[in-house]
Every structure is written in C-alpha cells, then in structure tokens.
C-alpha cells in the first residue's frame, strides 16, 4: 500500500509513462503528464487550465475530428479513437487520440484523452504501402509483358504458335539436336476446308480449325511444338522419335480427327499431312520443312486423306 496519498501516488504513476495523458473536465484541461507535453511540443503551462479546444485544435488540420472531439470533451459519456494529423508548428505528426470516460463512483467527472505519437509508425505503413503498390504495379506489367508476349507469339484464332515463332522454336531445337536422335516434322492442310468456309460461312470454318488444333495438343505431347501458318495449314514438330511406325500412327490419328470435324455438314473435311523424319545431323530448318511440305503435295496430288513420309507414296488410314 503507499504510504502517499493516492493523488499524488497516482500523478507519479501517470508522470512516468511515454503515453499522453490528459484529463479534461467540462472542456477544460485539468491535468497532463509530462510525456503530453513533449508530444504536443508546449509547455504544460500552456495546456493546464486551458480549453482543449483552444490548445489543440489550433494546429488539428481535421475538421471532422474537431468536431467529434468537441462532442465527447463535453459528453463524457461518449468515446472516440482516431489517427489524426496534427501540426506542432515546426512538423507534421500523427497522433493516435482516445478517449474514456472517467467516474467517480458513478458519476462522470470527465474524460480522459491518452495521446500517441505514431508518426514513425505511419512513416513506416507508408513505406510499406508504397512497396506493395510498386509489386502491384510489377504484377501489372510483368502480365502485360505476359499477356503482349503470347499475342506476339501465337495464332490469336487458335492460340497455336504462329509461323515465325514456330520456325524460332524449331529452329532452336533443330541445332541443339543430338546426332543420333530423331525428330519429325508435320505440315497438315485440311482438305476440302475453303469448301466449307465459302458453304457455312466464316464462323463455322474458324470452329473448325480452333477445334483441329485443340485435337493437334491432345495428340501430341506438351514438348510438341505446334504451330498454325496460317488459313488451314498447320504444322507440328515431333520430338524423340523411336522409329517410322511411331510416326506412321501418329499421322493416323490426325486424319480420324480431322474426319470427325463436323461431318453432319455433307462437306467432308480430312487432312493431307506431309512428314519429314530427320536425325540431329540435319541442321537447315528450311530444308527440313520443304521436305516435309513437298510430302503434302504428294497426298494432294494422289487423291488426299492421307499422308506421305519422305516423299514416299501416299498412305491412308
């Protein structure tokens, strides 16, 4: 127990702390700490018996917290917290000002007003949101830069590889190709297309080729590549090939897809493929697809739906 009485055991308690405290009577400031003092750079002279009023809201910038603020120093009943600006004359700070009521028994006697500094804290929240806004805007551009790169890169109907890509790609590829591996190149055009396209109109052929390419991605492997050149000609990029028969039956499966676009129709549509099957000694991309594009004019010119490999002669499913 203190051996003081409990006023002044009390004062010497609120004295001590870092916190602002202010007790307010009717309006009028009765009583600060010395931390009060300091935070609102006066003099506790200046602030003792005075209106709070006429002590702080000289230098508050916010209206709207005048306003509350007068409506709770003089309604003890009511209570307030807020992050308010405040200027010192000298410096721009933040305090964070609550307010609580004060009984006596249960009489209100006024209200207490506790006052932070928390300019560095905002200083610092500050920093922070002005980090996150830098990622946001990061974030932003890095999916822009994704977004414009993709449309650069392929085929807008289809989403495919479009040519100069594709011939990038493959070229890439073609010069990192070991000796002994194999590969395959595929130039497809979909016979009787143009047919159908003057026949239904243009919504029904760009059905058709963007449901021919999503057949081309679930017949070939993710490390395919595959591209569109334009119109109904499409072209893929085999990697490690085991043998002419693995090829063989892959070109089959592309002709039964291409057979099943919309058949209902009464237009046939089918596909002339054109393969060329290299190993990593042949480096010339150019070559390798005129090989591979002289094997479509093979099919077309011996009756279609079908495929050749090498040039060799057609061959059906």
């Known amino acids: 127990m203190p051996t003081e009485n409990n006023e002044t055991f009390y004062r010497k308690i609120i004295s001590g702390i870092s916190n602002g405290v202010i007790y307010v009577q009717k309006g009028k400031i009765l009583y600060v700490n010395p931390a009060t003092a300091e935070i609102l750079c006066k003099n506790e002279s200046d602030l003792v018996g005075k209106l709070f009023a006429e002590c702080f809201f000289e230098y508050s910038e916010n209206d709207d917290f005048n306003q509350m603020l007068l409506e709770v120093i003089y309604d003890s009943r009511r209570e307030y917290e807020k992050i308010v600006p405040y200027f010192t004359g000298a410096e721009m700070k933040h305090l964070h000002i609550r307010t609580s009521s004060l009984k006596l028994d249960t009489e209100m006697i006024g209200i207490i007003i506790l006052v932070d ?128 028969n693995f090829v063989a039956e892959k070109a089959r499966v592309v002709i039964k897809m291409a057979q099943s676009l919309h058949s209902e129709k009464n237009i046939q549509i089918s596909a002339s493929i054109g393969i060329k099957i290299f190993d990593g000694t042949e480096k010339n991309y150019s070559k390798i697809f005129a090989a591979a594009d002289k094997s479509v004019y093979v099919v077309k010119t011996h009756g279609r739906n079908g495929f050749s490999i090498n040039e060799a002669a057609r061959q059906t499913i």
Do not use: W
Request: contains cysteine; glycine residues 6%; proline residues 0%.
């Open 117 to 244: 500094d928390v300019t560095e804290l905002m200083k610092l929240r500050g920093v922070a949101l002005d980090l996150e806004n830098i990622k946001a805007i990061n974030r932003q551009l890095s999916e822009s830069r994704d977004f414009y790169k993709r449309n650069a890169e392929t085929d807008k109907l289809t989403g495919l590889l479009n040519k100069i890509t594709f011939e990038n790609r493959c070229t890439e590829y073609i010069q990192s190709l070991a000796a002994e591996k194999i590969a395959a190149m595929f130039v497809v055009d979909l016979d009787n297309f143009k047919k159908a396209n003057d026949t239904y109109g243009h919504q029904f052929g760009d059905l058709i080729l963007i449901q021919f390419a999503d057949g081309l991605r679930n017949i070939f492997n993710a490390d395919s590549i595959i591209g569109r050149f334009g119109g109904d000609e499409f072209v893929i990029l085999l990697k490690d090939v085991t043998d002419t």
